[in-house]
């Protein structure tokens, strides 16, 4: 997370023309630590210290974060944030005319905004420095179509965020024109939110051809979901298991529902060799994650001792976290394993268990 350079002190007022929030993307760091190195030129009578960028205002608070502010008190601001959009726009310009790339602290604060509070942790184009957000805030969502609005003529994956800002406000037709929009441009998240779209018919007509060819972009440009959104669209017996399983080695490297799918392929032997040695360490992984699938599947394996060795009480671990997240199978294995008797009819129908 690097910053930008330098600032104009004057009275209560810091102006730099890109700022580098310590909590969002390529933009404030380097600015936080100019005004405190310059505080006491300001005037000890003001302790909180003032930066305009692109336009909006932020307030350096006494903890050293860079926060939004509704308004700004100090004469002369107008003259300031206008000197600073030029410079920022002649900077810029200057630097794409000259061919050479667009340093992170050049990039607007729009789109520092939009990161900070609509991007996708899972996004491949989320930069680095950027935690993401699992979901937007409610309170967040119209300053994140805003701002991400504003911000997606120069960054795909801002359109990216605009359409989950747009869902997150329940508009299920501009999210989708932002996805697609964001699809043409290249980003496979949109891809795959296209894809999930037309395989569930919401916002569009089901399309599960549409869908395929969706998943499968995005899965061939390594995207993990879609890999497994392309496994899990294909059902337990995919179009092209071969395919499949290449696709899905590739996401299963970092993704926990690929490590899942591409497991359950090894231990059915669907698309290659079977390996239940090579499938429990992918459960493993995914079951590490969290995924209620892989800890089913990871007490399966060790109360049979397949692809490992054979271990009841971790068996019964993995199925109670299993089954704490919702999984049936899991619930009916600790059922079977509380109740091992069964009683059956004369057809050989089960009536009971017998439980101890």
């Known amino acids: 997370m690097l910053v930008s350079g330098g600032g104009i002190v004057g009275g209560n007022a810091v102006f730099g023309f890109a700022i580098r929030e310590p909590w969002a993307s390529p933009v404030a760091a380097g600015q936080a630590d100019f005004a405190r190195r310059n505080a ?4 000890r009578a003001s302790r909180r210290m003032r930066a305009a960028c692109g336009g909006v205002w932020y307030e350096l608070g ?7 502010m509704t308004g700004f008190a100090g004469r002369g601001h107008g003259m300031v944030r206008e000197i600073g959009r030029r410079f920022a726009a002649g900077l810029v310009a200057t630097l794409l005319l000259s061919g050479a790339a667009v340093p992170a602290w050049a990039q607007s604060a729009d789109l520092a905004l939009c990161d900070r509070i609509a991007a996708d942790p899972a996004d491949p184009d989320k930069p680095a420095g950027v935690k993401g957000v699992a979901e937007i805030a409610p309170g967040d969502v119209e300053m994140a179509i805003k701002y991400c609005r504003t911000a997606a003529g120069g960054a795909r994956r801002a359109l990216y965020a605009l359409g989950r800002a747009h869902t997150a406000n329940k508009q299920p037709a501009e999210a989708i024109a932002a996805f697609r929009k964001a699809a043409d441009k290249g980003s496979t998240s949109a891809m795959v939110e296209l894809g999930v779209a037309y395989a569930t018919g919401a916002g569009v007509a089901r399309d599960d051809g549409r869908a395929r060819q969706l998943f499968e972009r995005a ?3 390594g ?38 799918q591409l497991g359950i392929l090894l231990a059915e032997g669907v698309g290659g060799p079977k390996d239940d040695v090579a499938a429990r360490a992918l ?21 049979s001792g397949r692809g490992g060795p054979k ?9 109670e976290k299993a089954a704490a997240l919702g999984n049936a199978d899991a619930a009916a294995a600790l059922k079977r394993a509380d109740c091992p008797f069964a009683i059956k009819d004369k057809q050989g129908k089960l009536v009971s268990n017998l439980c101890f």
Not at 62 to 68: A, F, H, I, N
Not at 286 to 299: P, T, W
Not at 311 to 319: E, I, L, M, T
Request: hydrophobic share 40%; aromatic share 6%; proline share 6%.
């Open 62 to 68: 006494r903890k050293g974060t860079m926060e939004p």
């Open 283 to 303: 459960f493993e992984k995914a079951a590490g994650q969290g995924h209620a699938g892989a800890l089913e599947r990871m007490g399966a394996f060790a109360q």
């Open 219 to 221: 899965a061939e440009a």
């Open 311 to 319: 271990d009841s009480a971790a068996a019964r671990g993995f199925y």
């Open 40 to 43: 006491p030129s300001a005037g």
């Open 223 to 260: 995207n993990p979901r879609g890999v497994s959104n392309l496994a899990a669209l294909s059902g337990t017996t995919p179009s092209d298991p071969a395919k499949t399983r290449a696709l899905l080695a590739k996401g299963a490297e970092t993704n926990a529902e690929a490590q899942y």
